[in-house]
Nanobody, 122 residues
Framework: QVQLVESGGGLVQAGGSLRLSCEVS????????VGWWRQAPGKEREFVAS????????RYSGSVKGRFTISRDNVKETVFLQMNGLKAEDTGVYYC???????????????WGQGTEVTVSS
């Protein structure tokens, strides 16, 4: 059974930093792509960043590239999202997600975590 547990959200001032964590437990599911998505109030959920659990290859949305960094610790089965230079428009619920490939996790993940809330005050 797939379990994705996010943590690290909170309230931060604009320009500040947060580090999100996602503990990944896949059971019998074979998933090599892990990603972060977010949903702002009143908006659709959008892709933020992805990483391949095997190659470490990363991808970012244009709105966060250069400010956010996704990384993995395969020993601890944890994926991180380091968020620097936060802006008010980064506010939302951040979700960890998995898919069979790092390409698919950017469009149609198979499993989602429960989300962690990030609020950036301006």
């Amino acid at each position: 059974q797939v379990q994705l547990v996010e943590s690290g959200g909170g309230l931060v001032q604009a320009g500040g930093s947060l580090r999100l964590s996602c503990e990944v437990s896949l059971g019998t599911y074979t998933g090599f792509g892990v990603g972060w998505w977010r949903q702002a109030p009143g908006k659709e959920r959008e892709f933020v960043a992805s990483i391949s659990r095997t190659t470490g290859l990363t991808r970012y949305s244009g709105s966060v590239k250069g400010r956010f960094t996704i990384s993995r610790d395969n020993v601890k089965e944890t994926v991180f999202l380091q968020m620097n230079g936060l802006k008010a428009e980064d506010t939302g619920v951040y979700y960890c997600a998995v898919a069979r490939t790092a390409v698919v996790v950017r469009t149609t993940p198979d499993h989602w975590g429960q989300g962690t809330e990030v609020t950036v005050s301006s």
